[in-house]
């Protein structure tokens, strides 16, 4: 089999390269780029409000999904998601008004939305389901790879980053190109069922994992909510907590290495690339893994992987180690790594906790997770220029040791049901 066969297989398509693009700037170039410009001009604690406002931009994608179902013109919104990040990324370099940062990032979290919102209905909306979890594992894997070259070329830009930003726009033009190779035309939607059509709606679409974030209405919203004492929710509040440990090393990770390691940009940004890119290898082996042992205690070594990797950083910090500089980005590895069984698993699991209507279930532990983003960047630009980053990477720690505690609980009443169900029977 040569190259090409692999790449665009059954459960790929060519719009998936385009697709890469945006992994490549918003998960690769500007998570490395825009902490260093406004760290640099204005401080830590205005980099981790920017970068907040990125992820308060996705908090959009329920809104923007909201409205590409009702219109159906999925493919207008994807062209919109290009075009915000194209203009957005390369109008950042070019000012040092925090305000005006503020919202070209969350307008750049509005348009990285609109596009992975879209993408998971271009497969869960033109596709039977038995091709979901395949294709969404291989659009997953050429995200994950685009996020790895993208930040092995912000090593490249880090010198320059307001050019760099500027590249990175203009990255969105082909991507946006390639992207539309082989979309599937609107007309060609799954249809609604006939009972949907008399009441002059459509058939509720099913989230996807990772990237389909919508929550539905509020009542619906409201509804979850009343779930979270049970098993789920317990779950939910773990997640959370994880959430907070793992985003307080990534928002503002190049400010991290370089302030408490003395580790520049260029080389941090290939340390966090090969995390990424070995990364990519763990996504199929993870739900393998969650269906032979269980998908909680795949969510557990995530976290334990998290805190060995936070806990070696901050030894190294405390002490001021001259061996940091090449230490400290083997213990950073383990964080990237750590993100594919957690949220391959996690997603998962939540499904498998929920008495509830599915969609709803994921859509809130989406959530979960950009609104931990959200506090995190807040948190650790605010912790770092009052205390450090050495506190940061601390309370890191703390937090992914107290994510266990929910996690271990709900593991225990998931085995001990499943000894109930078990024992009436040999009896």
Known sequence: MNPK?????????????????????????????IPVIV?????????????????????????????ADR????????????????????????????AFWMILCFMQGMGAAACNTVAAMFIVEFKPKGEWDDRIGWLQTFYGAGQALGLGLAAALQASPAIGMLVSGLLMIPGWWLGRIGLPKDSDRTPSTSEDKARGGSAPRQPVPHIHHRLGSLERFLHVLTRLKSQYGTFIFSWFLSMLSMWLIFNLY???????????????????????????????P???????????????????????????????AVTES?????????????????????????????????????????????????IGSVLAALGAGAIADSLGFTSVLILSGILGALAIVP????????????????SPEKA
């Open 254 to 284: 190049p400010l991290l290495m370089k302030q408490t390691y003395g580790i520049g940009a260029f080389a941090s940004s290939l340390y966090y690339a090969a995390g990424a890119f070995i990364g990519i290898f763990a996504y199929a």
């Open 71 to 98: 219109t159906g013109k999925l493919r207008a919104v994807w062209t919109f998601g290009y075009a915000v990040l194209a203009l957005c990324l390369a109008l950042f370099g070019t000012t040092s008004n925090l």
């Open 39 to 67: 760290g640099n001009a204005a401080g830590n604690a205005a980099a981790g409000v920017v970068v907040a406002a990125f992820y308060a931009g996705q908090l959009l994608s329920p809104l923007l999904g909201g409205v």
């Open 5 to 33: 066969e692999f790449i665009f297989n059954k459960n790929t398509e060519q719009w998936y390269l385009g697709y890469a693009f945006q992994g490549a700037v918003v998960l690769g170039i500007a998570p490395i780029l």
């Open 407 to 422: 996690l271990f609980r709900v593991m225990l009443e998931r085995r001990g049901q499943r000894h109930a169900e078990v």
């Open 322 to 370: 001259a061996q940091s500089v090449w230490l400290a980005p083997v213990f950073f590895l383990l964080t990237p790594i750590a993100w594919s069984p957690a949220i391959v698993a996690g997603t998962a699991y939540v499904a498998e906790l929920a008495t509830f209507e599915e969609g709803s279930a994921i859509g809130m532990f989406n959530a979960t997770t950009a």
């Open 286 to 316: 993870s739900g393998a893994l969650g269906r032979k042992i269980g998908n909680g205690p795949v969510v557990l070594l995530s976290y334990l992987m998290v805190i060995i990797s936070v806990a070696g950083m901050a030894v190294l």
